[in-house]
């Protein structure tokens, strides 16, 4: 029987919290619009009059094709080119979905969807059902065929799996910011010595290019070698303009829910570093350099006004 408009209505309702779920069960932007539409046309093929919770009919159909994608992206990352990042969001993306709690927050910052990785299927789903979304343990049984004590028992390893990379420390955002400003300004002065006061002694970095921007292809760590790759990173060369199409211009935003730099040629982002602040100073330095996963947050760059940029970069 084809839809009505209410039922397509419905789904619509639905649609920003589907793709919001599988952003952070995919860390791909597109490929959760792909899984959102996906489900629509099972909802398009389904006796929609027997569905008794549509709801939930949809989170469990959604659910269960990002876990087959899961399956079959672990396969093509081990073709990838370097380092695998996610696709990084600017803030204000309905994508991001909701930010009300400290767990929602996290589980949705850049940290800790490239963690993620480390899970399984069944417990990044758990996890982001229950941390995330607030899902009891019984719903998500019913979407993942378990029983509730699996269901708590895949979230408790969900959990231990992703603790000892977590954080130590939420840095309020008006210090967040000066404290990337300063990570900007001190990148920017040729010097190695202010940027090692910045970082933790055990900081690490990596960087994602996809086999089309160079990056360190692994992640490596500590204070003075991250430095040094930074101050060479923002070292002036033609060759780094003539890559990017220009000289970037170099913004402080906000990505995925933490501080972040946007460089920008063009109106075109070209690459999102995203800094882990802690208390201690920045734990993790991120960059997502792949043109492919900078699509959305170059749109979204587009509609609003940033300003200046602090500076130009090479």
Not at 140 to 151: M, Y
Not at 213 to 238: D, E, H, S, T, Y
Not at 297 to 313: M, N, S, V
Request: proline content about 5%.
């Amino acid at each position: 029987m084809p839809l009505t408009m209410k039922d397509v209505e419905r789904f619509e309702a639905a649609r920003p919290r589907l793709e919001a779920i599988a952003y952070r069960l995919l860390g791909s932007a597109s490929e959760a619009e792909d899984a959102a539409q996906e489900t629509f046309l099972r909802w398009q093929a389904a006796d929609v009059e027997r569905i008794e919770v549509p709801e939930a009919w949809l989170t469990k159909v959604l659910t269960n094709l990002c876990l087959n994608q899961l399956a079959s992206a672990r396969a093509r990352r081990e073709t990838y080119v370097g380092e695998w990042l996610p696709e990084p969001l600017l803030g204000g993306d309905p994508m991001l979905g909701p930010a009300d709690t400290a767990e929602q927050r996290e589980s949705v910052s850049y940290a800790v969807l490239t963690l993620m990785e480390r899970l399984s299927p069944s417990e990044r789903a758990v996890y982001v059902l229950r941390e995330a979304f607030d899902y009891p343990h019984r719903e998500i049984a019913d979407i993942l065929d378990l029983t509730e004590a699996a269901s708590q028992q895949i979230l408790h390893r969900a959990r231990k799996h992703l603790g000892n990379g977590r954080a130590r420390g939420e840095v309020d955002e008006a210090a967040a910011r000066r404290i990337v400003e300063e990570f900007l300004a001190a990148a920017a002065s040729g010097r190695t010595e202010p940027l090692v006061r910045l970082l933790t002694a055990d900081v690490v970095a990596v960087g994602d290019g996809g086999g089309k921007i160079p990056a360190r292809a692994k992640v490596f760590g500590g204070a003075l070698a991250v430095a040094k790759f930074l101050r060479g990173l923002f070292k002036p060369a033609a060759s780094k303009r003539a890559l990017v199409g220009g000289s970037p211009g170099m913004h402080v935003t906000t990505v995925n829910g933490g501080p972040a730099v946007v460089a920008v040629v063009g109106g075109r982002v070209v690459g999102i570093v995203c800094l882990e602040v802690t208390g201690e100073g920045i734990a993790a330095v991120r960059s997502q350099a792949n043109p492919d996963k900078l699509v959305r947050a170059t749109g979204a760059w587009a509609a609003a006004d940033h300003g200046e940029p602090l500076f130009h970069a090479f």
